[in-house]
């Protein structure tokens, strides 16, 4: 329905092996991945088996974070070069949760954005802002400094190595239903934010991507705004039915 659209599904810690390697089974026999982009992010332990076994079909797996130190004595760290060694393609960073659970600053963030691309992996660099941002109505200016934090100093040849993620935080796991208008606004602002960085380079390279409560219902009209790249989805692509459904708009 919507060709070269970008699918992330999120699962968290949700499935145990078993139950991904059906969910993954299920996508493939269900759809034609042809000239669909459906990357799974499941958990570390999964990775390696689950790219031995899928390898030869069109869907790709991600890892739901890496550490931002490369290499040493960091016990139940991963690094983006092991992940890497496995032949991983990308790598979400700067997820919200790991902001406000475990405390991770965009300093850590920074320091894997640049492990990953020196390691040959596609990061899935996480933005947004909070409630107290938005009430402030300073959000804009909040993403902005985001963007040029992160990548001011990356080399404008790698930057279509990097996919944006924009979720709103104070929208996740909330009944708020923002208006399709103001996503896709807030998706020209990035691309705009990115091309005022980067001189001459080539926007079609450049993916922005949703991750603020999608889901069945509401993916298809997010989809149809010509801005938005994609979606990462959390909670519904660890259902078949719905992920399958998910799959069939991209």
């Given amino acids: 329905m919507m060709n070269n659209k970008i699918l992330v599904g999120n699962l968290k810690m949700n499935l145990t092996y078993n139950k991904v390697y059906d969910l993954v089974q299920s996508i493939i026999d269900n759809n034609c991945l042809t000239n669909k982009n459906i990357i799974i992010a499941c958990s570390y332990i999964d990775l390696l088996s689950l790219?031995?076994?899928?390898?030869?079909?069109?869907?790709?797996?991600?890892?739901?974070?890496?550490?931002?130190?490369?290499?040493?004595?960091y016990t139940g760290e991963i690094s983006a070069k092991m992940l890497s060694?496995?032949?991983?393609?990308?790598?979400?960073?700067?997820?919200?949760?790991?902001?406000?659970i475990f405390n991770e600053s965009d300093d850590i963030v920074l320091q894997k954005l640049h492990l990953s691309?020196?390691?040959?992996?596609?990061?899935?660099?996480?933005?947004?802002e909070n409630d107290f941002l938005?009430?402030?109505?300073?959000?804009?200016?909040?993403?902005?400094?985001?963007?040029e934090y992160f990548l001011l100093n990356i080399?404008?040849?790698?930057?279509?190595?990097?996919?944006?993620?924009?979720?709103?935080?104070?929208?996740?796991?909330?009944?708020?239903?923002?208006?399709?208008a103001e996503i896709q606004n807030m998706h020209i602002f990035i691309k705009k934010t990115i091309f005022s960085i980067f001189n001459h380079i080539n926007m079609d390279n450049?993916?922005?991507?949703?991750?603020?409560?999608?889901?069945?219902?509401?993916?298809?009209?997010?989809?149809?705004?010509?801005d938005i790249?994609?979606?990462?989805?959390?909670?519904?692509?660890?259902?078949?039915?719905?992920?399958?459904k998910l799959i069939s708009l991209v």
Wanted: hydrophobic residues 35%.
């Fill in 51 to 73: 790219i031995d076994k899928f390898s030869i079909y069109k869907i790709s797996f991600a890892a739901q974070n890496c550490s931002h130190k490369e290499i040493g004595a």
């Fill in 134 to 147: 938005r009430r402030k109505n300073i959000h804009y200016n909040y993403i902005k400094s985001q963007i």
């Fill in 155 to 180: 080399d404008k040849y790698l930057m279509k190595k990097i996919i944006i993620a924009y979720e709103p935080v104070w929208a996740i796991n909330s009944n708020i239903k923002i208006p399709y």
């Fill in 229 to 244: 790249d994609g979606v990462m989805v959390g909670r519904s692509s660890i259902d078949k039915n719905k992920i399958n």
């Fill in 206 to 226: 450049v993916k922005v991507i949703y991750g603020g409560n999608c889901n069945v219902e509401n993916t298809p009209f997010i989809l149809q705004e010509k």
């Fill in 85 to 100: 060694a496995i032949n991983t393609k990308y790598v979400i960073i700067g997820h919200s949760e790991r902001k406000n």
């Fill in 117 to 128: 691309l020196k390691n040959n992996l596609t990061p899935i660099l996480c933005i947004g």
